[in-house]
């Protein structure tokens, strides 16, 4: 029940913080309407896009599944930086060219991960009640009465599933915030790289993002791959590099400039 408990508070609090962030920020800054939703929802068609793509690729060619993990992280990682942040850059680039400003970027960024942190989230909330309620289920046949036997026990290999879940290590209750927020600020440095790039005319920003996304990707996956916590773990040290390093550029860079090149 702790893994439960710790689930459901992980789920809240990946709803209610984004909302609770971008509210502060834009009582803080003079911001543009809309800006956390428009991001949001451009970062949701290009990872609709992407999961097509892949979804295509392992169904024309699924004898790509039965790769090792290092060659699959390393293709993961390709397309996720290609999709990912080339999208980040097109996006900034032509439909969102007025955003040049480190505070209209970190709102960006925001929105970018936030909206599909909320997503999941609500997610994560229905999956712990729906985790409670079937693993509660004693007789399965007296609630499915209709129900053969081969889906009866399809529905009890699911409730086996649940239940050793919820006996497992409170602390991964955390990985869902631990995942998303590491995610989100990977976004916030990538999305100012971008917004640099974009200033100085260099495209070279571009493709460093692109790195470095792929690079992010393939290692947590490949991490995964031995066991989820070493992945959560090299996740989170790559979301703290991203804070370090979004200091270091919103302090080394004079972003006024930028802001009057509109």
Same mark, same amino acid.
């Given at each position: 029940? %702790? ?5 459901? !508070?992980? =789920? #809240?609090? !990946? &709803?209610?913080?984004? #909302? ?40 024309? @060619?699924?004898?790509?599944?039965? +790769?090792?993990? /290092? ?15 080339? =999208? ?25 991960? =936030? ?30 009465? *209709? ?17 050793? +879940? ?6 991964? =209750? ?14 916030? &440095?990538? %999305?100012? +790289?971008?917004?640099?790039? !974009?200033?100085? *005319?260099? %495209?070279? /920003?571009? @493709? #460093?993002?692109?790195? +470095?996304?792929?690079?992010? %990707?393939?290692?947590?996956? /490949? ?5 989820? #916590? ?12 991203? /804070? ?11 972003? !006024? ?6």
């Amino acid at each position: 029940m %702790t893994f439960l408990f710790f689930s459901l !508070l992980s =789920g #809240l609090m !990946l &709803v209610v913080l984004p #909302l609770l962030a971008v509210r502060r920020l834009k009582a803080k800054w003079q911001l543009p309407k809309g800006l956390f939703l428009k991001a949001g929802l451009a970062a949701l068609m290009i990872e609709i896009i992407q999961v097509a793509v892949i979804g295509n690729g392992t169904s024309l @060619w699924p004898q790509i599944l039965d +790769l090792p993990p /290092y060659q699959i992280a390393l293709m993961l990682g390709l397309v996720s930086g290609l999709f990912t942040e080339l =999208g980040r850059f097109l996006v900034l680039d032509k439909l969102m060219s007025k955003v040049r400003a480190a505070h209209e970027g970190v709102i960006f960024a925001l929105g970018w991960g =936030g909206l599909q942190t909320i997503i999941y989230g609500a997610v994560v909330i229905l999956g712990v009640f729906g985790m409670y309620t079937i693993s509660s289920v004693s007789d399965l046949a007296t609630i499915l009465p *209709d129900a053969d036997k081969n889906q009866l026990a399809s529905f009890a290999e699911i409730q086996k599933q649940s239940q050793v +879940l919820m006996n497992s290590n409170p602390i991964l =209750g955390f990985a869902p915030v631990i995942e998303r927020g590491s995610l989100i600020l990977i976004d916030i &440095v990538l %999305t100012l +790289l971008i917004i640099v790039g !974009l200033i100085e *005319d260099k %495209t070279s /920003y571009a @493709w #460093l993002a692109v790195g +470095l996304r792929g690079l992010v %990707t393939a290692l947590v996956f /490949y991490a995964n791959s031995w066991t989820p #916590l070493l992945g959560q773990f090299f996740l989170f040290l790559f979301g703290l590099a991203a /804070y370090l390093m979004t200091r270091k550029l919103w302090s080394s860079l004079n972003w !006024l400039p930028a802001a009057k090149k509109r």
